[in-house]
């Protein structure tokens, strides 16, 4: 093994050590005790096991104890609710030593490789969260068994900018075959991280066998003793070697084309070695996973998936700005002006996540029953997929009922307002409303553009209306932007910050400014394509020049996806606002009013090309310009934005844009956002004179 105790401790010395404990246990049927391996960090679940340098010496000595006791089997299980999530992270971001890379990957090998090549069966007891190393230690034992409660089960490396370094890119489609592999360790990662569940897990062949919680360890004892005893042999599928492997290594390749345009290394690396795992021999398999881990980790964008991962686990968690959380004040009610599509996706998660009446007004019957029945109908289809209980349906639907008077807000404790985006409407809304509810009430208003101290200066009470932005659909993207008005005050503020956190969002404080955020942002590059289109650049030519950043979908898609009338008045907000730097386009205003929805169409094989009527209305001049040149001038003109932000206050730091675009806007996590990619590529330093974060943040640190 590489690592000493000592060189462990000094490689990390903040580790939080997951301690491996062997303790030998009889079992029936068996002649011979079983060596139990235990993994625990000494915190409870909030805190998983995870492995750095001290922690694989741990278990090294571990399996050293279990290997002297000459054991009918060895088994590994995890502390309760969690085995283990892989590999501290923590520590990988302050290597600096190429050596001590190298010397992190091969020891994760040299440990876990004791439980695959021993002639003593082993066993994985995988009895709560699995991800990452974790489950490659799981994959290093012969079999496993596998908790019914397990809540996370994933290979996430390739969405943080990673791949499974510890043997999961040669273990797993030996296992479960090719096809299957790329769907956990390429597809899953890179849809935003998505996990398996027990019945999947299973299905795939990952575990052998699936226990009740309740007796998980004794279960999966005496099933060890059967396997042991010859009783049961599990099953373990053939594995093509030939097209069905030609075929996944094909498909891998056309998920990372398509998801991250070759801007993801970790990606890439994770195809190559899922190629290399068709010849099903570990000595190269593992060395091929050890140089590209070891080349991975001293690369900058892997930090920056590192930079992201801290965003959004610790950031996040704890907004930058958020008044004193004791300020809150406790919300009984909720009160909802609108029925529409946004304001009942709103009821809907307030009711869930709150569980207090929620009442939801508009200007007619017919639409106050429209907005009621979308949340019935939403709640009933949750509970077709037994993902609430029949009681807790009922129970859903009797706290959501709707009115056509205000009055009805008279207890509510939280009102937010989802209509037409135009101040007077909103100004006029907030008036009414301020008959009717208790002055301590907080208004909050789903604006995704407008001044929230304009919506509350002509109120009584100014200081209990914050801005409360969403993103849609509401259900999935996690971020909430919480706007402070000029005179919101701190109780209202931190209100406004318990109710995101009880509706599970991940919120970020935000100065009154047009349109915040995440849409300054968007708009402000979809301005300089929708620009270099004018100017006469053909459309696909605009549309591609962004791909080497990996975003979710290209400029003219997102247009297309907000809705280019959105789009068209959010930009004239920002117009309105910063003349110099946002143009209002004399062509998309033509493709508004002419009812027109996207530049694309795509035919009955899926093949795209511009709707002839877009082209034909659409002025172009003749100063085409290159994909580099297009995509020069949006990095340029974002790096120009984000500085100017930053000055203006609109948040704390470079970080809570990047913490925008990632939740709010699905930037990809790989990639930290967007300062890193400017800092990495010098656009900051040309645009602004310097970079955005220090040495060292989102990028390796000096040796």
């Not at 011979?32 to 492995?51: E, K, Q, S, W």
């Not at 390749?253 to 890439?268: C, E, L, Q, Y």
Request: glycine share 8%; proline share 5%; with cysteine.
């Amino acid at each position: 093994m590489t690592f000493t105790v000592e060189e462990a401790k000094g490689a990390f010395p903040d580790e939080v050590v997951t301690v491996a404990t062997t303790r030998l246990v009889k079992v029936p049927g068996l002649e011979r005790p079983v060596a139990l391996i235990t993994l625990d960090n000494g915190h409870d679940h909030t805190r998983p096991n995870t492995f750095g340098p001290q922690g694989l010496v741990s278990l090294n000595a571990a399996l050293d104890k279990a290997f002297e006791a000459a054991p009918a089997a060895i088994a590994v299980t995890g502390k309760p609710f969690i085995f283990a999530v892989g590999a501290d992270l923590s520590g990988v971001e302050s290597v600096s030593d190429p050596k001590l890379a190298r010397e992190i990957a091969q020891t994760g090998h040299d440990v876990f490789r004791r439980l695959t090549e021993t002639e003593i069966p082993t066993f994985g007891f995988i009895n709560g969260a699995v991800m990452g190393g974790g489950l490659e230690l799981a994959l290093s034992c012969h079999y496993r068994t596998l908790s019914e409660n397990t809540a996370a089960i994933a290979f996430p490396e390739v969405f943080l900018g990673l791949f499974p370094g510890w043997g999961g890119t040669q273990l797993l489609p030996n296992l479960i075959g090719p096809d299957a592999a790329v769907t956990v360790i390429i597809e899953n990662a890179l849809a935003q991280n998505k996990m398996l569940n027990v019945k999947k897990t299973a299905e795939l062949g990952i575990v052998d066998a699936v226990f009740d919680s309740a007796d998980y360890l004794e279960q999966s004892l005496l099933w060890l003793a059967r396997v042991v005893n010859g009783e049961i042999t599990p099953e373990r599928r053939e594995i093509n070697r030939g097209s069905e492997w030609d075929a996944a290594i094909a498909r891998a390749k056309s998920i990372v084309d398509g998801r991250t345009h070759g801007a993801s290394p970790g990606a890439t690396k994770a195809v190559e070695l899922l190629e290399l795992a068709r010849e099903n021999d570990l000595d190269r398999g593992y060395a091929a996973e050890t140089d590209g881990l070891a080349e991975l980790l001293m690369s900058d964008v892997l930090r920056a998936g590192l930079y992201s991962f801290n965003l959004v686990n610790k950031r996040a968690k704890r907004p930058a700005g958020a008044p004193d959380k004791s300020l809150a004040r406790k919300v009984n009610k909720v009160g909802i002006v609108g029925a529409g599509l946004m304001a009942s996706q709103l009821a809907l998660l307030f009711v869930r996540r709150l569980k207090v009446p929620v009442v939801l007004t508009d200007v007619d019957q017919a639409r106050v029953d429209k907005g009621v029945g979308y949340v019935h109908d939403e709640i009933d289809k949750l509970l077709a997929k037994k993902r609430v209980s029949p009681d807790g349906a009922n129970r859903l639907k009797a706290l959501v009922s709707g009115s056509l008077d205000k009055a009805a807000f008279s207890d509510a404790d939280f009102v937010i307002e989802a209509v037409f985006e135009e101040l007077g409407v909103k100004q006029q809304v907030f008036a009414e409303l301020e008959q009717h509810v208790s002055p301590e009430a907080i208004l909050a208003t789903n604006t995704s553009s407008l001044s929230i101290t304009a919506m509350a200066s002509k109120l009584q009470h100014p200081e209990r209306v914050v801005g409360f932005h969403f993103f849609n659909p509401v259900a999935v993207l996690p971020l909430l932007e919480i706007v402070r008005g000029e005179r919101t005050d701190d109780a209202s503020l931190a209100t406004a910050f318990s109710v995101g956190k009880q509706l599970k969002k991940s919120s970020v404080l935000v100065k009154d400014a047009s349109a915040f955020v995440v849409n300054r942002l968007l708009l402000r590059f979809l301005g300089e394509v929708l620009v270099t289109v004018d100017e006469g650049t053909p459309f696909d030519v605009a549309d591609q020049a962004l791909e080497p950043l990996g975003l979710p979908m290209t400029p003219l898609t997102l247009m297309q996806l907000v809705g280019p009338a959105i789009a068209l008045h959010v930009g004239e907000t920002l117009h309105e606002a910063f003349p110099d730097r946002f143009t209002v386009s004399d062509n998309l205003a033509k493709f508004v009013k002419a009812g027109k929805k996207g530049v694309w169409i795509w035919d009955a094989q899926g093949n795209q090309s511009a709707d002839p009527e877009v082209v034909e209305l659409w002025t172009q001049g003749d100063r085409p310009s290159t994909s580099e040149q297009v995509r020069d001038r949006a990095l340029s003109a974002i790096a120009e934005e984000i500085r100017i932000m930053l000055d203006e206050g609109v948040v704390a730091e470079a970080q809570d844009i990047d913490l925008c675009l990632i939740l709010g806007a699905g930037w990809p996590f790989w990639n930290g956002g967007i300062t890193p990619y400017l800092d990495r590529s010098g656009v900051s330093e040309r645009v602004n004179g310097k970079p955005f974060l220090a040495p060292g943040v989102a990028s390796v640190p000096a040796s």
